[in-house]
C-alpha cells in the first residue's frame, strides 16, 4: 500500500559522512551514520521512484532495488552527484559532507610526532552549492542543516545562501535524534516561505513528511 507518487520519477540522494585522509590510518571526519539517507531511499522507493543513494562508509546494507554508490571523500561524492544530477528530478543531500580536508596526503603513515604541522587544512567544495548552479528549474534541491541550539535561522540562511528548493533544519543535540538514532526530527522549509514542524519520528516516518512537503 501506500502512496505510489514518484513512479517514473528518479531520486538521487547523498547520505552518510565523508572522509578525509590525512594518511593510510587518520581521516578528517563526523558521525554520521547514513541511517536517515537509508530511510530516504527505502521511502522513495516504496513510492516507486528510481533510486540512487550516493553514500560514505556505512554498516548497513542496501536495500534490493536501490543504485548505491559508495564513495570516500567530498571529491568523489562530488563527482558521482554531478554525473547522476542531469537525469535527476529530486536531489536530497542528508550527506554530512566533512568541511575541510588535509592539505596534503602521505601515502605512509606519519609519525605521531609530524601531526601538529602535517594538518594544514583546506576547504573542501560545497557539493549542493555547486549542484544547485547546474539544476534545472523542474528539478527539486533539498538540502539538510544539521544545527545545535537555534535551527531555523540558520537553515533559512543556508537554503538562500546555497540556493536550495528545501532544507531540513536538524536538531542533532536533542536526545534520541540526529547522528546515528533510529529517530529524528526537524523543521521542513521551503524558499516560498513554507514552513512544517516534524515532531520526533522514525527517519522513515521523516523521510515520507519530507516527500510529502517537497513533492505532494
Ligand atoms: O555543512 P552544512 O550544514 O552547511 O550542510 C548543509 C547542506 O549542505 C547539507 O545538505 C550538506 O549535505 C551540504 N553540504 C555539501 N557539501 C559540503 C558541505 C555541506 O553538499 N562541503
Known amino acids: 500500500g501506500g502512496k505510489r507518487d514518484l513512479v517514473g520519477k528518479r531520486v538521487l540522494i547523498s547520505a552518510g559522512g565523508t572522509r578525509e585522509f590525512l594518511d593510510p590510518v587518520r581521516f578528517i571526519g563526523n558521525p554520521s551514520t547514513g541511517k536517515m539517507g537509508l530511510a530516504l531511499a527505502q521511502a522513495a522507493l516504496h513510492r516507486g521512484a528510481n533510486v ?60 605521531k610526532r609530524s601531526l601538529p604541522e602535517s594538518l594544514a587544512l583546506e576547504f573542501v567544495p560545497d557539493i549542493v552549492s555547486e549542484l544547485a548552479k547546474m539544476k534545472q528549474p523542474h528539478q527539486c534541491l533539498i538540502g539538510f542543516a544539521a544545527q545545535t541550539g537555534d535551527i531555523v535561522a540558520p537553515a533559512l540562511d543556508k537554503l538562500k545562501r546555497k540556493n536550495l528548493d528545501v532544507i531540513v533544519a536538524n536538531p542533532i543535540d536533542k536526545t534520541d535524534s540526529g547522528f546515528g538514532s533510529d529517530n529524528n526530527q526537524a523543521i521542513f522549509l521551503d524558499k516560498q516561505g513554507k514552513q512544517l514542524e516534524i515532531p520526533p519520528c522514525s527517519k522513515l516516518q521523516m523521510a515520507h513528511h519530507l516527500y510529502d512537503f517537497a513533492w505532494g
Open 52 to 111: 540512487t543513494l550516493v553514500h560514505g562508509p556505512a554498516n548497513w546494507n542496501v536495500p534490493l532495488g536501490v543504485q548505491a554508490i559508495p564513495v570516500i571523500n567530498a571529491e568523489e561524492m562530488q563527482q558521482v552527484m554531478q554525473e547522476y544530477l542531469t537525469s535527476a528530478d529530486m536531489i536530497v543531500m542528508s550527506a554530512a559532507v566533512a568541511d575541510v580536508k588535509p592539505r596534503d596526503y602521505s601515502s605512509e603513515k606519519l609519525p
